[in-house]
């Protein structure tokens, strides 16, 4: 079952912060953050794990509640190169199993 | 740097033709996937596969098959194209345990 993201779009000014939030029906025990500009493929940015380690860009900030089964994506002091569409992955026990991403929240952020 | 490549970043066929996505990756990956994406559905796994020969079914695997003989290499083959595959088909590798996924450019696939 995919994860909700939320909100779906946002618009932000140069400079604003924004929190985008992921949240499965399912207990986790990974979440995965990916960004993806217009045209590209999606690019890594934060993978948050089961007990509290994170691998990821030090620039990006996240958070994972294990108990409610969500996790949230900082983006503080937005720049226009934040633009773009974001997308949860989760997986539900750890060894292989893929990912189950999210619909994507679209952000755009103007001078 | 790690690279994934597909073979074709835009491709026109025919309903009824079958159609063959080719994903190479560079960096001895052991697992391999297929995503297709849709506006507003965001990223939905065909197919995966693990190791050589090897291939697990997704969330969407009807209509598609795959094939991976090699283990740089990841096929995805629509076996007679319909319209409603008409999509972007993203390929994608990772080492395997806690990492990162590292995506392919997209082939975007219409099919008339």
């Known amino acids: 079952q995919q994860p909700v993201q939320s909100p779906q779009a946002v618009i932000l000014r140069e400079g604003e912060d924004a929190v985008i939030n992921c949240s499965s029906s399912?207990?986790?025990?990974?979440v995965h953050w990916y960004r993806q500009k217009h045209g590209e493929a999606p690019v890594f940015l934060m993978i948050?794990?089961?007990?509290?380690e994170q691998k990821g860009h030090d620039k990006i900030s996240a958070s994972f509640n294990e108990k409610k089964q969500q996790s949230s994506l900082y983006l503080t002091a937005s720049q226009l190169s934040y633009s773009g569409t974001y997308f949860c992955g989760t997986e539900s026990r750890s060894g292989n199993t893929p990912l189950v991403f999210g619909k994507g929240t679209r952000l755009s952020v103007i001078a | 740097d790690v690279k994934v490549t597909q073979s074709s970043r835009y491709l026109v066929k025919r309903t009824g033709e079958k159609v063959f996505l080719e994903c190479v990756q560079d960096?001895?990956?052991?697992?391999m996937f297929w995503y297709r994406q849709d506006p507003g559905l965001g990223l939905r796994l065909i197919y995966f596969?693990?190791?050589?020969?090897?291939?697990e079914k997704g969330d969407i695997p009807e209509g598609y098959s795959v094939s991976r003989e090699k283990k740089e290499r990841f096929s995805l083959i629509l076996e007679s194209a319909s319209t409603n595959q008409t999509s972007m088909y993203l390929c994608a590798s990772n080492p395997g345990g806690d990492n990162e996924q590292f995506f392919g450019p997209g082939t975007r696939l219409t099919v008339l």
């Open positions: 960096m001895d990956h052991e697992n």
């Open positions: 596969s693990y190791d050589v020969k090897m291939k």
């Open positions: 948050l794990l089961k007990g509290g």
């Open positions: 399912k207990a986790l025990y990974s």
